[in-house]
């Protein structure tokens, strides 16, 4: 979930990096789907990014189990 103050629009940009994988998609809605050769202990961080501030964003790791 997106919360903003004092800016009109809550898109954002989601992106995702891996230094484990390579096999990995994310959609412009944020679901992030990993291929099978994405395997267990691998690491995607996914980030939300401001479309109205482009210096605000906050990110996660996701480990595949």
Do not use: C, P
Not at 3 to 13: I, K, L, M, R
Not at 33 to 55: C, M, Q
């Amino acid at each position: 979930t997106v919360v903003t103050a004092n800016f009109d629009s809550q898109a954002v940009v989601w992106t995702a990096e891996s230094d484990d994988t390579e096999d990995f998609t994310i959609s412009t809605s944020g679901v992030l789907r990993v291929g099978s050769t994405v395997t267990a202990n691998d690491e995607i961080t996914v980030t939300a990014t401001s479309v109205a501030d482009g210096t605000k964003s906050d990110s996660a790791t996701v480990t595949i189990a």
